[in-house]
């Protein structure tokens, strides 16, 4: 299959607790949130091999943008070190692939 181009859909997540997370969809970013601050950001990674990938935003890693308006824009880059070691820019939702 294909990797993936875009994510088609946001879905913001409310709360810290992750013990019972189910993964989002395929296609879909889950964005956490503790009151008004993101701390994490989730999705399948787009390269389709089913792997979660979790981007934690404390302690200055990643940042994103534009969720609120339903549109992710996540800085830095995402590189895998293990499995597809898959490496992309997600901007306006769209994936960049490097
Ligand atoms: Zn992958």
């Keep these: ?3 993936r181009e875009a994510f088609d859909r946001v879905d913001v997540v409310e ?3 992750v013990d019972h997370y189910e ?3 395929e296609g879909t970013i889950n ?3 503790d009151g ?3 701390w994490l950001v989730t999705f399948l990674c787009p390269c389709r091999c089913t792997e979660l ?3 934690p935003l404390v302690g200055n890693r990643w940042r994103v943008e534009g969720y609120e308006r339903g549109e992710v824009t996540l800085s830095p880059s995402v590189h895998r070190t ?3 070691r898959s490496h992309f820019f997600v901007q306006g939702n769209r994936v960049e692939w490097c």
Aim: charged share 25%.
């Design 1 to 3: 299959m294909a990797r």
């Design 15 to 17: 709360g810290r607790d």
């Design 23 to 25: 993964p989002p969809a």
């Design 31 to 33: 964005v956490f949130v």
């Design 36 to 38: 008004d601050r993101p």
């Design 53 to 55: 990938v979790m981007a």
């Design 82 to 84: 293990v499995g597809c």
